[in-house]
C-alpha cells in the first residue's frame, strides 16, 4: 500500500512528544508499505534531518515553518473564526507539496498526526484519511486558559472552543480518529459523541532505554527531562523548584536537581542561579542523565495524553514520583510502579521517603520495566494500527461506505 504521511515536524531523530510516536509510526507503516512523509520543518537543523528519515521511508517533503510568518498568520486568525493553531501551521508550499504527491497517483491512504496537520487533506475525500490525534488539542489550550490571567486566558480560551469544533469536523469526516490513551478517548467520546474512535497508546523503545546498572548513580539526585520552553514543561520546572525543592533540600541536604532537555526559556535557565539546581540545555542522550540519577520527577500540572518521559524513565528502571496528570494516561500501579503526589508536601515527602529507602527504590525501578515491557512495546501496539489502516482502506473500497462530508468549519 502507498501510504502519505502528514507531521507537523520532521519526525526524526524520536528525541521530542510528538517526534516520538511518529517516527516509530513511519518505521512501522514502512516495513510493510511505501510510505512519503510530508511534514513541516522548524528551522535548518530539521531540515537536515529529514536526509536521515529517508533511509527508511520511500521519499519526504519537508517544507520550512517560517515562525514569522506562522505568527502573522495565527493572530491574523484572531479577527475571524479560523483556529489559531490550524492557522500557525498553513504552509502553502506544503500545500503544494501534498496537491501533487495525491495528483501522481501514487497515494491509496492518509495518515495525519495532529489536528494542526489535517488541513492538507481537507479536500481529498476520495482517499481513506486517519486522524491520530495524539490528545485532543483544544482541551490543551482550556487548561492554559485555566491557568493563565488575562489577556492572554481569553486568547486561550476562543482557541479551546475553536479548535474544538474543528475536531469535531475532523472526526466526522475522516475514515478513523485515533487517540493516545483511554481518558483521552473518554473526553473524545463525551465532546464528539458521533465520532469513531480508537485508543492507539503510544509504546516505548525498550532496547534503546534500559537499565543501566554499570552506570553510577549520583547520590539523592533528581532529573527531569522534556524540551523546556514547552510551556507545561516550563511550568512543572518552576513550580518544582521554587515549592517542592526546598523542602526536599531541608531534609536531604545532599539533594541536587537537573532540569535535562533543549531550548530552556529564560525563567528555566534561571533556576540554575538556585543550589543544587542545574540546567544542561540540549544534551546529544538523555539516558546518561537518567541512568545516573536517583529518581525522575515528573511535576507536571498541565497535561494530556501520554507522557513519554515517564514512560522511559520508567523503562529505564528508574523509580519515579509524578502527578495525577503526568500518570493518568499511564497503565502502571501507583505505589508500586511509580509514585503519584499532587500538591506540593506530599511530592515532597514521597520524594524524601525514596531518597532514604534504597530498597523501595530499587524494588519499583524493577516494577516501573516490568510494567513497561508488559504493556508499552512499540511493536505490539502499532500491530493494530495495521488492522485500522486495513479495515478503512478495506470500508472505504465500498462507495456507499464511504464517510459522508458535512459542512466544514471555517479554517
Known amino acids: 500500500m502507498r501510504i502519505l504521511f502528514l507531521a ?24 510493510r ?24 521511508v520511500h521519499a519526504v517533503d519537508a517544507v ?20 489559531l493553531t490550524v492557522a500557525y501551521f498553513d504552509e502553502p508550499a506544503l500545500h503544494q507539496c501534498v496537491r501533487d504527491r495525491i495528483a501522481s497517483g501514487r497515494v491509496d491512504a492518509i495518515v495525519v498526526f495532529s489536528s494542526g496537520m489535517a488541513q492538507f487533506v481537507e479536500g481529498f475525500t476520495d482517499l481513506p484519511r486517519i486522524i ?50 483511554p481518558r483521552e478517548c473518554e473526553d473524545f467520546q463525551r465532546l464528539i459523541p458521533d465520532g469513531r474512535i480508537e485508543c492507539l497508546a503510544n509504546g516505548v523503545d525498550l532496547d534503546y532505554f534500559k537499565p543501566s546498572p554499570a552506570t553510577t548513580k549520583r547520590p539523592d539526585s533528581l532529573v527531569f527531562t522534556g524540551v523546556m520552553n514547552y510551556r507545561p514543561n516550563v511550568d512543572a520546572a518552576n513550580w518544582f ?16 536537581f537537573t532540569i535535562c532537555g533543549a531550548s530552556p526559556d529564560r525563567s528555566v535557565r534561571q533556576l540554575a ?63 508500586r510502579d511509580l509514585s503519584v503526589a499532587d500538591n506540593a508536601k506530599a511530592f515532597a515527602s514521597e520524594v524524601v521517603r525514596l531518597l532514604r529507602d534504597k530498597k523501595s ?6 516494577a516501573a520495566r516490568t510494567a513497561v515491557e508488559a504493556r508499552y512495546r512499540w511493536d505490539q501496539k502499532l500491530q493494530r494500527l495495521d488492522v485500522i489502516l486495513s479495515e478503512c ?19
Not at 8 to 31: C, E, F, M, N, S
Not at 361 to 366: A, I, L, S, T
Open 132 to 181: 491520530q490525534f495524539a490528545d485532543l488539542d483544544s482541551q490543551k489550550w482550556r487548561l492554559y486558559a485555566a491557568a493563565t490571567m488575562p489577556p492572554r486566558k481569553w486568547v486561550y480560551a476562543i482557541e479551546a472552543k475553536r479548535l474544538l469544533e474543528y475536531e469535531r469536523h475532523i472526526a466526522r469526516t475522516f475514515s478513523q480518529s485515533l487517540v493516545c490513551s
Open 273 to 335: 542561579r538556585k543550589p543544587g539546581i542545574s540546567v544542561t540545555g540540549a544534551v546529544p542522550d538523555v539516558r546518561p542523565y537518567l541512568a545516573g540519577a536517583t529518581i525522575a520527577v515528573v511535576p507536571l500540572r498541565i497535561a494530556r495524553g501520554i507522557q513519554n518521559k515517564l514512560l522511559e524513565a520508567m523503562a529505564m528502571g528508574l523509580p519515579a514520583v509524578a502527578t495525577t496528570a503526568a500518570w493518568s494516561g499511564i497503565e502502571a500501579e501507583a505505589g
Open 361 to 366: 527504590r530499587d524494588d519499583m525501578g524493577r
Open 393 to 411: 482502506t478495506a470500508t472505504f473500497a465500498r462507495p456507499d461506505s464511504r464517510v459522508k462530508t458535512k459542512t466544514p468549519v471555517a479554517v
Open 33 to 56: 508499505h511505501e510510505v512519503t512523509v510530508a511534514c513541516l520543518a522548524d528551522g535548518r537543523d530539521e531540515l537536515a534531518n529529514a536526509g536521515s528519515l529517508r533511509r527508511i
Open 64 to 83: 520550512p515553518l517560517s515562525r514569522s510568518r506562522a505568527r502573522i498568520r495565527a493572530l491574523s486568525a484572531l479577527a475571524g473564526r479560523r483556529p
Open 241 to 256: 523548584c521554587r515549592e517542592i525543592f526546598p523542602s526536599i533540600k531541608a531534609q536531604v541536604p545532599e539533594a541536587s
Open 8 to 31: 507537523q515536524r520532521v519526525p526524526y531523530p524520536p528525541d521530542r512528544g510528538d517526534k516520538i510516536p511518529t517516527y516509530h509510526y513511519i518505521r512501522h507503516l514502512a516495513k
